[in-house]
């Protein structure tokens, strides 16, 4: 199937839009290397997915808190207070140049999260960027985590469009193949890993940084 423009395009918040140093850098104030968080965000979304994949549900804040518990000795308060950071994180550089390009064009911006409500919101707004997006979506409000398929269509039924009509935009290459996957159009922006995973299906555009594949995205043949 030949991808077209898209109408309106999604984006990931933690990592893809949001910088999640902070929250490393909370691990590390409280004796925990930085390194780790790495490992504590993968745990994190391995428990979502579970969750998601057997018919049951957590939070993202739960799911990152259980694995503060597994990996670390933080007690209670110290797990609340690294996860509270992800409230307060900032937007990377990439964003606003990104978000321009596409109001310029005429095209919707939304942002597509598994996370809790109101931190795309709080990160956008401390950047200035909150203008550019038309609306945030929190995959909460159906319990589902994403890559799973209902998450992307449910996404589409939201902002009123056919899912071809529909771009995600991640840097994670587990979430632009699901949304593939589910008829949508991907774009992955090669920020957070080296390489796009060989065994997942390749992604229809794909750039160094957001303003590239917003760039790639927008250079597709209109629909119609």
């Not at 490393?24 to 409280?30: K, S, T």
């Not at 064009?105 to 597509?112: D, N």
């Not at 909150?130 to 319990?143: C, F, G, M, N």
């Not at 991640?170 to 979430?175: L, N, S, Y």
């Amino acid at each position: 199937m030949t991808r077209t423009r898209p109408a309106v395009v999604a984006f990931d918040v933690n990592e893809t839009l949001l910088d999640v140093g902070p929250v490393a850098a909370a691990l590390a104030d409280r004796g925990v290397p930085a390194q780790l968080f790495g490992t504590v965000f993968g745990r994190t979304l391995g428990t979502g997915f579970a969750a998601t994949l057997t018919g049951s549900w957590c939070s993202f804040r739960d799911a990152f808190d259980a694995a503060l518990a597994q990996l670390t000795d933080l007690d209670d308060e110290a797990r609340s207070a690294v996860a509270n950071v992800f409230g307060d994180l900032a937007p990377h550089p990439d964003v606003r140049p990104a978000l321009e390009l596409l109001a310029g064009a005429g095209v919707r911006a939304v942002t597509l999260t598994h996370g809790g409500p109101g931190v795309a919101e709080a990160g956008l707004a401390r950047g200035g960027v909150d203008h550019l997006v038309e609306r945030s979506l929190s995959s909460q409000a159906i319990r589902a985590w994403k890559p799973a398929r209902e998450v992307y269509l449910w996404a589409a039924g939201v902002c009123d469009v056919v899912p071809a009509d529909l771009a995600l935009v991640a840097v994670h290459g587990w979430d632009v193949h699901g949304a593939q996957r589910a008829g949508l159009t991907g774009g992955w922006a090669a920020r957070a890993e080296h390489r796009y995973a060989a065994v997942l299906d390749p992604p229809h555009v794909d750039g160094a940084d957001l303003v590239e594949v917003v760039a790639g995205l927008l250079a597709l043949p209109p629909a119609g």
